[in-house]
Protein backbone atom coordinates (compact mmCIF):
# COMPACT_ATOMS: atom_id res chain seq x y z
CA UNK A 1 0.00 0.00 0.00
CA UNK A 2 2.60 2.76 1.23
CA UNK A 3 4.07 1.59 -2.36
CA UNK A 4 1.38 2.48 -4.60
CA UNK A 5 0.35 5.05 -1.83
CA UNK A 6 -3.32 4.09 -0.82
CA UNK A 7 -3.88 3.60 3.03
CA UNK A 8 -6.00 0.08 4.38
CA UNK A 9 -9.63 2.23 3.96
CA UNK A 10 -8.76 2.69 0.22
CA UNK A 11 -8.14 -0.95 0.55
CA UNK A 12 -11.48 -2.00 2.81
CA UNK A 13 -13.93 0.41 0.65
CA UNK A 14 -12.72 -1.36 -2.69
CA UNK A 15 -11.48 1.68 -4.14
CA UNK A 16 -8.60 -0.17 -4.29
CA UNK A 17 -8.40 -3.20 -6.89
CA UNK A 18 -4.89 -5.08 -7.92
CA UNK A 19 -5.68 -4.64 -11.73
CA UNK A 20 -6.81 -1.33 -11.72
CA UNK A 21 -3.51 -0.36 -10.75
CA UNK A 22 -1.99 -1.94 -13.71
CA UNK A 23 -1.37 -0.04 -16.98
CA UNK A 24 -2.51 -1.07 -19.78
CA UNK A 25 0.63 -2.25 -21.69
CA UNK A 26 1.45 -4.37 -18.56
CA UNK A 27 -2.21 -6.29 -18.52
CA UNK A 28 -1.16 -8.87 -20.73
CA UNK A 29 1.66 -9.71 -18.63
CA UNK A 30 -0.77 -10.22 -15.28
CA UNK A 31 -3.01 -12.57 -18.21
CA UNK A 32 -0.05 -14.65 -18.63
CA UNK A 33 0.96 -14.75 -15.11
CA UNK A 34 -2.38 -15.47 -14.34
CA UNK A 35 -2.61 -18.59 -16.61
CA UNK A 36 0.74 -19.71 -15.09
CA UNK A 37 -0.62 -19.76 -11.97
CA UNK A 38 -3.74 -21.93 -12.65
CA UNK A 39 -1.36 -24.31 -14.92
CA UNK A 40 1.50 -24.80 -12.85
CA UNK A 41 0.52 -23.42 -9.24
CA UNK A 42 3.22 -20.92 -9.65
CA UNK A 43 4.14 -17.72 -11.90
CA UNK A 44 7.92 -17.22 -12.06
CA UNK A 45 9.14 -13.39 -11.15
CA UNK A 46 9.06 -10.61 -13.44
CA UNK A 47 8.95 -6.67 -13.98
CA UNK A 48 5.84 -4.17 -14.23
CA UNK A 49 4.61 -1.14 -13.01
CA UNK A 50 2.09 -0.21 -10.89
CA UNK A 51 0.24 2.89 -10.69
CA UNK A 52 0.20 5.32 -7.99
CA UNK A 53 -2.52 7.36 -6.17
CA UNK A 54 -1.04 10.27 -7.45
CA UNK A 55 -0.80 8.86 -10.81
CA UNK A 56 2.98 8.17 -11.21
CA UNK A 57 4.18 4.76 -11.82
CA UNK A 58 6.21 2.74 -9.48
CA UNK A 59 8.71 -0.16 -11.18
CA UNK A 60 8.11 -3.70 -9.27
CA UNK A 61 9.50 -6.86 -9.46
CA UNK A 62 6.66 -9.79 -9.36
CA UNK A 63 6.15 -13.09 -8.64
CA UNK A 64 3.77 -15.79 -6.71
CA UNK A 65 2.34 -19.20 -5.93
CA UNK A 66 -0.88 -20.92 -5.23
CA UNK A 67 -1.39 -22.61 -1.52
CA UNK A 68 -1.19 -26.35 -1.65
CA UNK A 69 -3.74 -26.79 0.77
CA UNK A 70 -6.31 -24.40 -1.72
CA UNK A 71 -6.11 -24.08 -4.88
CA UNK A 72 -8.04 -20.13 -4.32
CA UNK A 73 -5.21 -18.92 -1.71
CA UNK A 74 -2.08 -18.36 -2.41
CA UNK A 75 0.81 -15.75 -1.66
CA UNK A 76 3.08 -13.35 -3.59
CA UNK A 77 5.69 -10.77 -3.32
CA UNK A 78 5.91 -7.20 -4.62
CA UNK A 79 9.90 -5.58 -4.94
CA UNK A 80 10.02 -2.24 -4.96
CA UNK A 81 12.77 -1.31 -7.84
CA UNK A 82 12.66 2.42 -7.68
CA UNK A 83 15.79 2.62 -6.02
CA UNK A 84 17.67 -0.44 -9.04
CA UNK A 85 16.05 1.76 -12.02
CA UNK A 86 17.57 5.29 -10.94
CA UNK A 87 20.75 3.22 -9.99
CA UNK A 88 20.57 1.62 -13.75
CA UNK A 89 19.87 4.73 -15.10
CA UNK A 90 22.41 6.63 -13.53
CA UNK A 91 25.03 3.75 -14.62
CA UNK A 92 23.47 4.02 -18.34
CA UNK A 93 24.45 8.05 -18.16
CA UNK A 94 27.41 7.99 -16.44
CA UNK A 95 28.62 5.39 -19.45
CA UNK A 96 27.11 7.42 -22.20
CA UNK A 97 29.68 10.20 -20.85
CA UNK A 98 31.77 8.33 -20.96
CA UNK A 99 31.74 7.07 -24.05
CA UNK A 100 31.30 10.66 -25.51
CA UNK A 101 34.11 11.60 -23.48
CA UNK A 102 36.31 9.00 -24.87
CA UNK A 103 34.99 9.73 -28.33
CA UNK A 104 35.55 13.65 -28.06
CA UNK A 105 38.96 12.83 -26.48
CA UNK A 106 39.96 10.24 -29.00
CA UNK A 107 40.81 7.82 -26.02
CA UNK A 108 40.40 4.58 -25.81
CA UNK A 109 40.87 2.25 -22.36
CA UNK A 110 41.67 -1.36 -22.05
CA UNK A 111 42.40 -4.02 -19.03
CA UNK A 112 45.09 -6.84 -19.30
CA UNK A 113 45.05 -9.78 -17.05
CA UNK A 114 48.34 -10.77 -17.43
CA UNK A 115 47.91 -14.49 -16.13
CA UNK A 116 45.41 -15.37 -19.05
CA UNK A 117 46.34 -12.84 -21.59
CA UNK A 118 42.65 -11.49 -21.57
CA UNK A 119 42.28 -8.13 -23.10
CA UNK A 120 39.25 -6.22 -23.49
CA UNK A 121 39.24 -2.83 -25.19
CA UNK A 122 36.72 0.00 -25.02
CA UNK A 123 34.55 0.71 -28.52
CA UNK A 124 36.63 3.46 -28.53
CA UNK A 125 40.08 1.76 -28.74
CA UNK A 126 38.91 -0.30 -31.70
CA UNK A 127 38.00 2.44 -33.85
CA UNK A 128 41.31 4.03 -33.07
CA UNK A 129 43.38 0.42 -33.88
CA UNK A 130 40.77 0.61 -37.10
CA UNK A 131 39.74 -2.97 -35.65
CA UNK A 132 35.88 -4.37 -36.25
CA UNK A 133 34.02 -3.64 -32.90
CA UNK A 134 33.97 -7.24 -30.92
CA UNK A 135 36.95 -9.18 -32.55
CA UNK A 136 38.71 -10.65 -29.90
CA UNK A 137 41.78 -8.92 -28.78
CA UNK A 138 44.94 -10.25 -28.73
CA UNK A 139 48.59 -8.99 -28.32
CA UNK A 140 49.48 -10.71 -32.09
CA UNK A 141 46.27 -8.07 -32.92
CA UNK A 142 47.73 -5.63 -30.87
CA UNK A 143 51.67 -6.30 -32.83
CA UNK A 144 50.05 -6.61 -36.15
CA UNK A 145 49.05 -2.68 -35.91
CA UNK A 146 52.13 -1.27 -34.20
CA UNK A 147 54.37 0.01 -36.79
CA UNK A 148 57.84 -1.88 -37.25
CA UNK A 149 59.71 0.33 -35.94
CA UNK A 150 58.08 0.95 -32.79
CA UNK A 151 57.73 -3.25 -32.41
CA UNK A 152 61.29 -3.68 -32.64
CA UNK A 153 61.70 -0.78 -29.64
CA UNK A 154 59.16 -2.44 -27.57
CA UNK A 155 60.47 -6.10 -28.03
CA UNK A 156 63.80 -4.66 -26.97
CA UNK A 157 63.05 -3.25 -23.80
CA UNK A 158 61.00 -6.14 -23.09
CA UNK A 159 58.05 -3.97 -21.86
CA UNK A 160 55.90 -7.14 -22.15
CA UNK A 161 57.93 -9.15 -19.82
CA UNK A 162 58.71 -6.24 -17.29
CA UNK A 163 54.67 -6.08 -17.45
CA UNK A 164 54.16 -9.72 -16.27
CA UNK A 165 57.03 -9.99 -13.60
CA UNK A 166 55.65 -7.11 -11.65
CA UNK A 167 53.13 -4.41 -11.02
CA UNK A 168 54.88 -1.58 -12.36
CA UNK A 169 53.43 1.53 -14.19
CA UNK A 170 53.83 2.43 -17.45
CA UNK A 171 53.87 5.20 -20.04
CA UNK A 172 54.91 5.07 -23.40
CA UNK A 173 54.28 6.50 -26.78
CA UNK A 174 54.61 4.23 -29.84
CA UNK A 175 52.64 4.68 -33.37
CA UNK A 176 50.05 2.34 -35.62
CA UNK A 177 50.51 1.15 -38.87
CA UNK A 178 47.22 1.59 -40.32
CA UNK A 179 46.24 -0.54 -43.47
CA UNK A 180 45.91 2.12 -45.45
CA UNK A 181 49.97 2.94 -44.67
CA UNK A 182 49.01 6.06 -42.45
CA UNK A 183 50.43 6.31 -39.69
CA UNK A 184 48.78 7.56 -35.80
CA UNK A 185 50.32 8.80 -32.95
CA UNK A 186 49.47 7.17 -29.31
CA UNK A 187 50.29 7.72 -25.68
CA UNK A 188 49.59 5.25 -23.42
CA UNK A 189 49.36 5.32 -20.04
CA UNK A 190 49.14 2.17 -17.96
CA UNK A 191 48.25 1.47 -14.08
CA UNK A 192 49.00 -2.15 -12.19
CA UNK A 193 46.03 -3.18 -10.16
CA UNK A 194 44.48 -6.71 -8.65
CA UNK A 195 41.78 -8.20 -10.04
CA UNK A 196 38.68 -9.92 -8.15
CA UNK A 197 40.43 -13.12 -8.02
CA UNK A 198 44.08 -11.39 -6.70
CA UNK A 199 45.81 -11.48 -10.24
CA UNK A 200 47.64 -8.70 -12.14
CA UNK A 201 45.76 -6.79 -14.51
CA UNK A 202 46.61 -3.54 -15.75
CA UNK A 203 44.09 -0.66 -16.58
CA UNK A 204 45.04 1.53 -19.53
CA UNK A 205 44.23 4.85 -21.28
CA UNK A 206 45.55 4.95 -24.99
CA UNK A 207 44.98 8.51 -26.34
CA UNK A 208 44.99 9.07 -30.08
CA UNK A 209 47.93 12.02 -30.17
CA UNK A 210 48.26 12.21 -34.07
CA UNK A 211 47.14 15.48 -34.63
CA UNK A 212 48.66 16.80 -32.26
CA UNK A 213 52.09 15.90 -32.89
CA UNK A 214 51.43 16.59 -36.57
CA UNK A 215 50.88 20.24 -35.25
CA UNK A 216 54.27 19.92 -33.21
CA UNK A 217 56.00 18.16 -36.44
CA UNK A 218 54.72 21.18 -38.54
CA UNK A 219 56.04 23.72 -35.90
CA UNK A 220 59.09 22.44 -35.78
CA UNK A 221 59.52 22.62 -39.51
CA UNK A 222 58.61 25.79 -39.36
CA UNK A 223 60.80 27.03 -36.43
CA UNK A 224 63.88 25.58 -38.50
CA UNK A 225 63.04 26.89 -41.82
CA UNK A 226 62.49 30.24 -39.72
CA UNK A 227 66.25 29.80 -38.15
CA UNK A 228 67.81 28.76 -41.76
CA UNK A 229 66.42 32.12 -43.21
CA UNK A 230 67.35 34.16 -40.27
CA UNK A 231 70.83 32.63 -40.91
CA UNK A 232 70.79 33.16 -44.16
CA UNK A 233 69.58 36.58 -44.01
CA UNK A 234 72.64 37.38 -41.74
CA UNK A 235 74.94 36.19 -43.34
CA UNK A 236 73.54 38.35 -46.37
CA UNK A 237 73.55 41.37 -44.65
CA UNK A 238 77.48 40.31 -43.52
CA UNK A 239 78.24 39.66 -47.16
CA UNK A 240 76.96 43.32 -47.90
CA UNK A 241 78.27 45.32 -44.98
CA UNK A 242 81.89 43.51 -45.72
CA UNK A 243 81.84 44.17 -50.15
CA UNK A 244 80.74 47.97 -48.57
CA UNK A 245 83.52 48.62 -46.65
CA UNK A 246 86.12 46.98 -49.55
CA UNK A 247 84.30 49.36 -51.51
CA UNK A 248 85.23 52.18 -49.11
CA UNK A 249 88.75 51.15 -48.58
CA UNK A 250 89.47 50.96 -52.49
CA UNK A 251 87.79 54.37 -52.56
CA UNK A 252 89.96 55.92 -50.32
CA UNK A 253 93.38 54.04 -51.71
CA UNK A 254 92.63 55.36 -55.40
CA UNK A 255 91.69 58.89 -53.75
Do not use: C
Amino acid sequence: LRMVQYDREDLASGRVRWTDLTPAEWRPHDEHAIADLRATGIFHPFEKEYLRKDGSRVPVLLGGALLEESGNEGVAFVLDLSEQKRAERALRRSETFLAEGQRLSQTGSFSWRVATDEITWSEQLYRIYDVEIGVPVTLELIRSRVHPEDVSLIEKMKMVDQARDGGSNFEWQYRLMMPDHSIKYMHAVAHATRDEDGQLEYIAAVQDVTARQLSEDALDKARAQLTHVSRVTTLGVLTASIAHELNRSEERRVG
